[in-house]
């Protein structure tokens, strides 16, 4: 399984970016898909997470502001980010996992991981 995020780069604060997911030996329909971003010196945390037939789930710093889809079709998940600012450089990572709702969060019930994209946003 290889899940290749792509869509990072460098952009000026309140502008946006869409980054992808497209997994390989693994169809997106059957996991969790879930990103996640860690900032030089900070934790990995929690961006986004979406599941079939379930309502997206966001962390409370990018609610309004990200969105998390899919198209299974394509077999790609995406996160479209708004708005963004200096607190939202990071590495981002996209991830699959086959978790309860209440433990999409938690990073370490991710079973697959993607190399990660750089965003990098200027003020």
């Known amino acids: 399984v290889q899940l290749q995020a792509s869509g990072g780069g460098l952009v000026q604060a309140g502008n946006s970016l869409r980054l992808s997911c497209a997994p390989s030996?693994?169809?997106?329909?059957?996991?969790?898909m879930g990103w996640f971003r860690q900032a030089p010196g900070k934790e990995r945390e929690f961006v986004a997470a979406?599941?079939?037939?379930?309502?997206?789930l966001y962390a409370d710093t990018v609610k309004g502001r990200f969105t998390i889809s899919r198209d299974n079709a394509k077999n790609t998940v995406y996160l479209q980010m708004n708005s963004l600012n200096s607190e939202d450089t990071a590495v981002y990572y996209c991830a699959a996992s086959r978790v309860v709702r209440s433990s999409w969060q938690d990073s370490n019930q991710y079973l697959y991981w993607g190399q990660g994209t750089q965003v990098t946003v200027s003020s």
């Open positions: 979406i599941r079939s037939g379930a309502y997206p």
């Open positions: 030996g693994l169809t997106i329909s059957s996991y969790v």
